[in-house]
């Protein structure tokens, strides 16, 4: 869950639907890393991509270790929000202002990196760069992108 993956949610072609897994209406929060480690179990010979926020991540940590003694090849994008930016939008759209969303959270690419996965801290400019690199790497690694990204109408397409 990451208002990310609700915009790629918003845009999925039903047509091709194994190209993405979504929890999305069914309360996910940390869904995305274990579900992309099944996939990356399942099929070894392909790279996976895991896209969680902040919050999320923070529900699937200790996967980091499994996805690195396996040598899973899944990259995992996180978007580091500094909260639960969806729950955020709403509020703010709801009530004008947004409380108990802020999170203290880790150095997501200090704490991959203390599992031994790899692991970047990036930025819009230097994303699809820094995601080829990675989805090209054996194994597993993290993508941090510190952004502060907005919901647009309606969420539920």
């Given amino acids: 869950?990451?208002?990310?993956?609700?915009?790629?949610w918003s845009a999925f072609d039903a047509r091709h639907p194994n190209t993405m897994?979504?929890?999305?209406?069914?309360?996910?929060?940390?869904?995305?890393?274990?579900a992309a480690l099944g996939a990356a179990a399942a099929?070894?010979?392909?790279?996976?991509?895991?896209?969680?926020?902040?919050g999320g991540a923070m529900y699937s940590i200790a996967e980091l270790a499994t996805?690195?003694?396996?040598?899973?090849?899944?990259t995992w994008l996180i978007v580091d929000a500094g909260g639960y930016g969806i729950l955020r939008e709403y509020m703010t759209g709801a009530f004008g202002e947004a409380t108990g969303t802020e999170l203290s959270?880790?150095?997501?690419?200090?704490?991959?990196?203390?599992?031994?996965?790899?692991?970047?801290?990036t930025s819009p400019e230097s994303l699809?760069?820094?995601?080829?690199?990675?989805?090209?790497?054996?194994?597993?690694s993290v993508v941090?992108?510190?952004a502060l990204l907005r919901m647009f109408e309606p969420t539920h397409l």
Avoid: C, N
């Fill in 67 to 74: 996805a690195r003694q396996y040598a899973l090849p899944v």
């Fill in 128 to 140: 699809t760069e820094d995601l080829t690199r990675a989805l090209a790497a054996p194994g597993p």
């Fill in 1 to 8: 869950m990451t208002i990310l993956a609700y915009w790629a």
């Fill in 105 to 121: 959270r880790p150095d997501f690419v200090a704490l991959a990196e203390s599992f031994g996965v790899p692991a970047v801290r």
């Fill in 43 to 54: 099929d070894p010979t392909k790279p996976v991509l895991a896209v969680s926020g902040d």
């Fill in 21 to 34: 897994h979504s929890a999305q209406g069914a309360g996910g929060l940390g869904y995305g890393f274990p």
């Fill in 144 to 146: 941090v992108l510190p």
